[in-house]
Structures are given as C-alpha cells and as structure tokens.
C-alpha cells in the first residue's frame, strides 16, 4: 500500500496516512513526499517515533542531507542529527535555539542553496508552549494582487545570521556576544523564488536583513508587510506537538517559528535538512 494525504487546512498542510509504517521508507513514497511538499508546504506524521536511523533514511530518500551548523555550532553530536533544545548541557550555546522564537527560514545565510526542506521530530514536548507556527510563503505570493507581484519580483533580499539575533541581542551573556552578533558573512536571495514547474514563493523572515537598492527603512518596511500577508490565519497553521510527530516542511515556502516554551522543560526536538537543488544562491 501506499502513504496517502489528508488537507489539514485549505491553503496548507497536509496530514499523512500509512497502513504499514513500512509504506515511509520507499523511494516511491520519498518521492510522493517531495510532490506534496511542493504542493502543501507542511506535512504531518502523526506519532510516527522514528529513531535517528530512520529519520536519516527518509532524508537520504527524499535526497540527502546537508549541515546547516558548520559556521558557528557547538554541540559535538550533530555530524548527522541537530538536536533543538534549549537544555544548556546539551546545547551550551542557545542563542540560535532562541533565535527560533521569531519567523526565519532555515539557511538563508549559507553559502550554498538553502535546504528545500527541514525535517523535525518531536522527542520531548514542552508541557506549555512549544508549537511551531508554519506560514506558507508560495499562497501567500499567489494572493497578492497582480501589481503588488509586478512590485516585489526581482527584488533581492540581503540575508545574515547577525540580523536574525537582533531581536534577542540583550539577551546574549556579554562573554558571547561578539561570538554570536560578530557573525560575518551576508547572503543575497531573490525575494520570489520561482520554482521548477513555475511556482514562486516569497523568501522572507529574521535573517532578511534589508532590500538591495532600496533606502533601508523602506524595504524593511516591506519585508514586515509581506511576512505580516504571510502570517495571516488563511495561509498559515500551528503545530500542537504530540510525543513522537514528525513534521516536514518545505523550507524555502515556510516561515516556521517556535512559541516560546520552558528552557527547562526538556523540549527535545531532532532536525535533519534536505539539501537545496534550485540555483537561488547565485
Ligand atoms: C529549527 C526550528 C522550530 C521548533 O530547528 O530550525 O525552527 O519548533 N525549530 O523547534
Ligand atoms: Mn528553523
């Protein structure tokens, strides 16, 4: 048998239903994922409790992974596995955990094509707060009006990880501060990203630091408007996580942000990325 799909919402999610959990790991059903992830931008797996092995065999179907973490991590155990936690004797370093808290994309300040997709499975849930808000970026472009697309496309976005700290700068311990906000390096992304097949997808959030060719003020003003169209109710969703879930979402179409939960809640989440394969980057 194989996996089918039922719509969470009209404009985005799709929930995922398997007879066997056998029907996951196929390359047909990887290749069914990718189609539906293009199509819905977020796709739930109930209580699914992969173990890391089949988390990196999903990944590895759907195209293989690549490390988002190499600029600046500090835990030793992610060669293959992120884990996202605010646990400071797992994660000694949270700033980019709490970075989390503010809608972003994951990887727009790399120096190689951002992930296509992020893949998240719930370990250990926080008992209050904790969901993650998705909000799909390609219905959200579709919704604008022909001007307003006719206003954004072409446009280039500067992105870098020092612009996605800016809303928890005080909060940084001076011991780490020129470590966390010295972060070097910018990134230039086309505001609407068009897809093969022709679909386009707006690359916004915390990292989309201003507007090339644009005064300053003027195109974070514009970068705030689009990520607030966005966000509304009609084109995005919040994840209640259950023990066990495992959320996949297309990146480059996906807002996402965690709700603030209890560093000391033991909040466990494991993380692989899917490599991009659209040339955004140049
Ligand atoms: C991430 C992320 C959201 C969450 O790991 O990139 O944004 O809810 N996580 O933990
Ligand atoms: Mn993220």
Redesign the pocket.
Request: aromatic fraction near 0%; avoid cysteine; charge should be positive.
């Given at each position: 048998m194989a996996i089918r799909f039922e719509d969470i919402k009209p404009k985005v999610g799709s929930r995922v239903v398997w007879d066997s959990r056998d029907d996951i790991f196929t390359p047909e059903a990887a290749q069914a994922l990718r189609k539906q992830l293009e199509d819905r931008t977020v796709l739930v797996f109930p209580r699914l409790n992969l173990t890391d092995e089949e988390q990196l065999k999903i990944t590895d179907l759907m195209g293989g992974k690549v490390k988002l973490t190499g600029q600046f991590n500090v835990q030793d155990t992610d060669e293959n596995v992120y884990q996202?936690t605010l646990d400071k004797t797992i994660n000694p370093q949270p700033e980019y955990v709490l970075g989390?808290y503010f809608y972003?994309m994951?990887g727009m300040p790399v120096d190689f094509p951002p992930p296509f997709a992020?893949l998240?499975s719930a370990r250990k849930v926080a008992p209050r707060g904790?969901q993650?808000d998705f909000a799909n970026t390609c219905a959200a472009y579709a919704a604008l009006s022909e001007e307003e697309k006719r206003e954004i496309d072409g446009l280039r976005v500067i992105h870098s990880v020092k612009a996605s700290m800016v809303p928890i700068q005080e909060a940084i311990p001076p011991e780490q501060y020129q470590k966390v906000i010295g972060i070097k390096g910018e990134r230039d992304r086309p505001l609407v990203m068009v897809h093969a097949g022709g679909r386009k997808s707006m690359l916004l959030g915390t990292t989309a630091d201003r507007i090339e060719g644009m005064p300053i003020p003027e195109g974070r003003a514009l970068l705030t408007r689009l990520t607030e169209w966005s966000a509304q109710p009609e084109f995005s969703l919040r994840h209640d996580w259950q023990e066990g879930d495992f959320v996949i979402w297309e990146n480059t179409s996906a807002l996402?942000?965690?709700i603030p939960y209890d560093p000391d809640s033991g909040r466990m989440?494991h993380?692989t990325s899917l490599a991009g394969t659209e040339s955004v980057a140049a």
């Open positions: 996202v989390t972003h994951d992020t998240l904790g993650t996402h942000r965690a989440m993380r």
